[in-house]
């Protein structure tokens, strides 16, 4: 979508009378400049004051307009682990939230520390064990399936489509072995972030809130670790690569499932992350190509392990 969309007032007057509308309900109303902080070509954000703080509008385009559906899943099963849901749109895509506080990014550097990171591990797999029954209503909210019965095949098709060097359109084979050791786990598959970095969670008082679930697709959970281990957490504070341990983080996360799954040894589950930890980079990369994207260094993390 052009990104001018989002600045004409086609788009912006329903959208603020469909604020107001809403607040109205709310028993509140807007009390000063209403900014658009955030525009790019697939959403845009407004930040709307009112007596009680701050409250935004998220609108997205489209092919991502499950967002608003996902968010509103995900806040009905784990109201304290994403941000206050104020109201939904589900046909525009639009979302009504209260202020979720302080970006993660921001926090950590004050803090000297990445320990932060060690509960919201813990919550995003919790999220995820909430929602494993819940696969066709994901799905029905427009969520992608890119479960592993269906990413070798979407995986070639797109290697083939962009014609990437051979190295890459040859791994179609490799995707599938992956799939199949990871499958052999019994670890159901469910929403899964597919984009968890230290942007996409809020620092909320003593709460840490995940939000921007415009990414998710229905796939192996563990998949959540390529970018949040590998992408995020192994590059530390000082942008260095592989200077941080990610073992405590990992293990944080795996705690819930290791309490969900306790047929499964240590052994099991460190496997399984193995596996998940390459296989989710070519899930990054069907998931999340955009055209005109250099999709090499998710290639080159699926098969290198480094960008």
């Not at 899943?73 to 979720?100: H, T």
């Not at 399936?145 to 890459?168: C, G, I, N």
């Not at 040894?265 to 955009?290: E, H, K």
Request: proline content about 6%; some cysteine.
């Amino acid at each position: 979508m052009d990104p001018a969309h989002w600045t004409d007032p086609s788009f912006l007057q329903p959208a603020r009378d469909w604020v107001d509308e809403q607040l109205a309900g709310l028993g509140l109303s807007v009390t000063g400049e209403v900014e658009q902080t955030h525009v790019t070509k697939w959403s845009t954000v407004l930040r709307v004051p009112t007596a009680t703080g701050p409250v935004w509008l998220k609108a997205t385009e489209d092919s991502l307009k499950h967002e608003a559906g996902v968010t509103a899943f995900v806040a009905a099963r784990r109201p304290a682990d994403v941000p206050p849901l104020l109201a939904a749109d589900l046909g525009r895509g639009w979302m009504l939230m209260a202020d979720a506080g302080r970006r993660l990014t921001e926090v950590l550097p004050e803090d000297g520390s990445l320990d932060r990171w060690l509960p919201v591990l813990r919550t995003v797999a919790e999220i995820q064990l909430a929602c494993e029954d819940a696969v066709d209503e994901l799905l029905a909210l427009g969520v992608p399936d890119l479960r592993l019965a269906t990413l070798a095949e979407a995986y070639d098709r797109l290697a083939h489509e962009l014609d990437l060097e051979p190295r890459f359109r040859a791994a179609t084979s490799y995707v599938q072995e992956l799939c199949d050791r990871l499958a052999g786990f019994g670890i159901r598959e469910t929403l899964q972030h597919d984009d968890l970095h230290d942007g996409q969670v809020y620092v909320h008082g003593d709460r840490q809130l995940v939000m921007d679930w415009g990414d998710a697709c229905v796939s192996h959970p563990f998949f959540t670790l390529s970018v949040t281990l590998e992408g995020v957490i192994a590059w530390g504070l000082d942008d260095e690569e592989d200077s941080i341990d990610t073992g405590p983080f990992r293990d944080a996360y795996l705690e819930p499932y290791a309490a969900a799954y306790p047929d499964l040894t240590r052994t099991d589950l460190l496997g399984a992350v193995d596996a998940a930890l390459r296989l989710g980079w070519a899930c990054r990369f069907v998931n999340g190509y955009v055209p005109g994207d250099d999709p090499g260094p998710r290639l080159r993390m699926f098969l290198d392990g480094r960008a």
